[in-house]
């Protein structure tokens, strides 16, 4: 059998494992997909919180999805990891390398030796005459990529690279007709969302924003009182589509009108500023993906909002399925897989 590589994706209290055949082929096959629930305080916003909690749940996810290979690939993705465009004179990729702690010391929120930074190219042109390459900047904090390295070592499994999960997203979603042209690809998470701006299938530019899902959570916890179970239940059970409901329900629909107006306002704001950064710049399209992005009505929302077409969050079909993948992880963690499987994809595992 071909050689495989699982695609690991730390969510809010959710560990998921996604383990892929012929990463680097025309049609990658998802073989198996787990997801593990771990306290919400082991992790958070993508970072390890407490190691042994962790690496327990690894070797568990392991031992319950019977993954065939040890090697993996993270992703990482969080208010850690920094994005931005930047455009460089063109020169070998080892010299682009050299010359990026000087490009990034004033926009790093740490100093430049606790980061561990990195250059995407994307397109060349002239400027004035000379070459240049244009391309995306990603700068990650050390200690956070190390931490989710060092618990994955712990759990004797083998991190063969660490990726971008906007990149992984950018794979495993955008492919075909959907595609073609300028699409945003906005993917809500719970705690933080990531806009990605593609043209043809290449990341141009990436923003991840601070507002997810459970921001709706929140407000109805903290500004009706309700109970943390009960605030998911009616954020699912309604959303935004609230017609038929009684009057009790109210000032809850009000609370998550208005949370959910905050984040939609976000995703526009950072919109505007891709299409305001650069002369040509358009977006054709929005593909939602991510948990978050479930709301019902929040489609809507954005394309009333963005005044774009928009399209809800949709099933990856870029990889068949094997017989092997278990179809109740599988329609469990829909929000998952695009994430956990992109990691791979591309990888010559
Ligand atoms: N049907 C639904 N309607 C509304 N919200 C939903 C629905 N399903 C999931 N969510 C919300 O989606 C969010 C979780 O999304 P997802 O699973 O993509 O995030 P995560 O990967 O765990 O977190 P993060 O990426 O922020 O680390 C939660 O806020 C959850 O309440
Ligand atoms: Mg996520």
Same mark, same amino acid.
């Given at each position: 059998?071909?050689?495989?590589?699982?695609?690991?994706?730390?969510? =809010?209290?959710?560990?998921?494992?996604?383990?892929?055949?012929?990463?680097? /082929?025309?049609?990658?096959?998802?073989?198996? #997909?787990?997801?593990?629930?771990?306290?919400?305080?082991?992790?958070? =916003?993508?970072?390890?919180?407490?190691?042994?909690?962790?690496?327990?749940?690894?070797?568990?996810?392991?031992?319950?999805?019977?993954?065939?290979?040890?090697?993996?690939?993270?992703?990482?993705?969080?208010? =850690?990891?920094?994005?931005?465009?930047?455009?460089?004179?063109?020169? &070998?990729?080892?010299?682009?390398? @050299?010359?990026?702690?000087?490009?990034?010391?004033?926009?790093?929120?740490?100093?430049?030796? @606790?980061? *561990?930074?990195?250059? #995407?190219?994307?397109?060349?042109?002239?400027?004035?005459?000379?070459?240049?390459?244009?391309?995306?900047?990603?700068?990650?904090?050390?200690?956070?990529?190390?931490?989710?390295? %060092?618990?994955?070592?712990?759990?004797?499994?083998?991190?063969?690279?660490?990726?971008?999960? &906007?990149?992984?997203?950018?794979? /495993?979603?955008?492919?075909? &007709?959907? $595609?073609?042209?300028? !699409?945003?690809?906005?993917?809500?998470?719970? %705690?933080?969302?990531?806009?990605?701006? $593609?043209?043809?299938?290449?990341?141009?530019?990436?923003?991840?924003?601070?507002?997810?899902?459970?921001?709706?959570? +929140?407000? *109805?916890? /903290? +500004?009706?009182?309700?109970? %943390?179970?009960?605030?998911?239940?009616?954020?699912? +059970?309604?959303?935004?589509?609230?017609?038929? $409901?009684?009057?009790?329900? +109210?000032?809850?629909?009000?609370?998550? #009108?208005?949370?959910?107006?905050?984040?939609?306002?976000?995703?526009?704001?950072?919109?505007?500023?891709?299409?305001?950064?650069?002369?040509?710049?358009?977006?054709?399209?929005?593909?939602?993906?991510?948990?978050?992005? %479930? *709301?019902?009505?929040?489609?809507?929302?954005?394309?009333?909002?963005?005044?774009?077409?928009?399209?809800?969050?949709?099933?990856?079909?870029?990889? $068949?399925?094997?017989?092997? !993948?278990?179809?109740?992880?599988?329609?469990?963690?829909? /929000?998952?897989?695009?994430?956990?499987?992109?990691?791979?994809?591309?990888?010559?595992?």
């Amino acid at each position: 059998m071909a050689s495989t590589i699982v695609g690991l994706d730390f969510g =809010r209290g959710v560990i998921r494992g996604a383990e892929v055949s012929g990463a680097a /082929s025309a049609r990658p096959t998802l073989v198996r #997909y787990h997801q593990i629930a771990v306290p919400a305080t082991a992790v958070n =916003r993508g970072e390890v919180l407490e190691q042994e909690t962790v690496v327990a749940a690894l070797k568990q996810l392991w031992s319950q999805a019977g993954f065939k290979t040890r090697k993996v690939i993270v992703g990482v993705g969080n208010a =850690r990891v920094l994005v931005r465009e930047l455009t460089v004179p063109r020169m &070998p990729m080892n010299r682009i390398r @050299e010359t990026l702690p000087f490009q990034v010391q004033d926009v790093l929120p740490v100093p430049v030796n @606790e980061a *561990l930074l990195d250059f #995407y190219p994307t397109t060349e042109s002239d400027e004035d005459g000379n070459p240049v390459i244009h391309g995306l900047l990603v700068a990650a904090i050390k200690e956070s990529v190390l931490g989710m390295v %060092e618990a994955v070592e712990k759990a004797r499994l083998v991190p063969v690279d660490v990726d971008l999960i &906007p990149f992984a997203l950018t794979r /495993s979603v955008l492919t075909g &007709p959907i $595609a073609q042209g300028a !699409v945003a690809l906005v993917h809500i998470g719970a %705690e933080t969302t990531m806009v990605v701006v $593609a043209v043809d299938g290449v990341p141009q530019f990436v923003r991840i924003i601070q507002n997810g899902g459970d921001d709706i959570n +929140r407000a *109805l916890v /903290s +500004r009706l009182g309700m109970d %943390e179970f009960q605030a998911e239940q009616i954020k699912r +059970r309604f959303g935004l589509a609230t017609q038929g $409901a009684g009057p009790e329900l +109210r000032p809850a629909f009000e609370v998550i #009108y208005e949370a959910t107006g905050d984040l939609v306002v976000a995703i526009r704001n950072t919109l505007s500023f891709y299409l305001s950064s650069k002369a040509g710049a358009a977006v054709e399209r929005v593909v939602l993906s991510g948990g978050g992005a %479930e *709301l019902n009505g929040f489609a809507t929302a954005l394309a009333d909002a963005t005044r774009l077409p928009v399209r809800a969050p949709a099933p990856v079909d870029r990889l $068949a399925i094997a017989r092997s !993948v278990n179809t109740d992880q599988l329609s469990a963690g829909s /929000s998952g897989v695009a994430v956990a499987a992109g990691l791979t994809l591309g990888s010559k595992a």
